[in-house]
T-cell receptor, first 116, second 114 residues
Framework: QQQVKQSPQSLIVQKGGISIINCAYENTAFDYFPWYQQFPGKGPALLIA?????SEKKEGRFTISFNKSAKQFSLHIMDSQPGDSATYFCAASIGYSGAGSYQLTFGKGTKLSVIP | DAGVTQSPTHLIKTRGQQVTLRCSPK?????VSWYQQALGQGPQFIFQYYEEEERQRGNFPDRFSGHQFPNYSSELNVNALLLGDSALYLC?????????????FGQGTRLTVV
């Protein structure tokens, strides 16, 4: 059972455009929603993360929008650059409360290509 | 400050063999988690170690086992390798108990089973 569904599978955006990747989750106990960026041959790197008590978080060109009632969250990359070309993964986990129960559940990934 | 380091980077094994992968966490981190990433898929949680004990385990068979040493480094062992075990194995380190924040991943070990 896939608990985090990510779309689209691939995305092509013109340089300067906005890239939007969407994720939906099923487990309402999830309380931490990070996005990871992965380049070929590298491990995933944390890009930005959000807790369910806020609806939006912005860091530079990257913004997470979170809709708790719809159980959806999305990543927006503004002014997309060729250097942003990578695979992006959304994830979710339980454990912010420090209860000790923790594992990241990842989506299947979105391969982003930003063309000049 | 070295990040998460994994060794080896690539490995080729024969079906039925056993393999050991190694991970050194980021300096100051005490918790290590292991993930399996099949080609074209997102990472899947295998297990997590803290204080040399397995704390959480994902949906993986007992052929997958691990160990954490007093210096927080960790090993992942896979016995009786299957072709389907071919994947990128990722190690992530973090600080207990707020394991969710700033979990750093290594570059992974690419395991090919032939």
């Amino acid at each position: 059972q896939q608990q985090v569904k990510q779309s689209p599978q691939s995305l092509i955006v013109q340089k300067g455009g906005i890239s939007i990747i969407n994720c939906a989750y099923e487990n309402t106990a999830f309380d931490y929603f990070p996005w990871y960026q992965q380049f070929p041959g590298k491990g995933p790197a944390l890009l930005i993360a959000i807790r369910p008590d806020v609806s939006e978080k912005k860091e530079g060109r990257f913004t997470i929008s979170f809709n708790k009632s719809a159980k959806q969250f999305s990543l927006h990359i503004m002014d997309s650059q060729p250097g942003d070309s990578a695979t992006y993964f959304c994830a979710a986990s339980i454990g912010y409360s420090g209860a000790g129960s923790y594992q990241l559940t990842f989506g299947k990934g979105t391969k982003l290509s930003v063309i000049p | 400050d070295a990040g998460v380091t994994q060794s080896p980077t690539h490995l080729i094994k024969t079906r039925g063999q056993q393999v050991t992968l190694r991970c050194s966490p980021k300096s100051g981190h005490d918790t290590v988690s292991w993930y399996q990433q099949a080609l074209g898929q997102g990472p899947q949680f295998i297990f997590q170690y803290y204080e040399e004990e397995e704390r959480q385990r994902g949906n993986f068979p007992d052929r997958f086992s691990g160990h954490q040493f007093p210096n927080y480094s960790s090993e992942l062992n896979v016995n009786a390798l299957l072709l389907g075990d071919s994947a990128l194995y990722l190690c992530a380190s973090s600080l207990w108990p707020d394991m969710n924040t700033e979990a750093f991943f290594g570059q992974g070990t690419r395991l090919t089973v032939v």
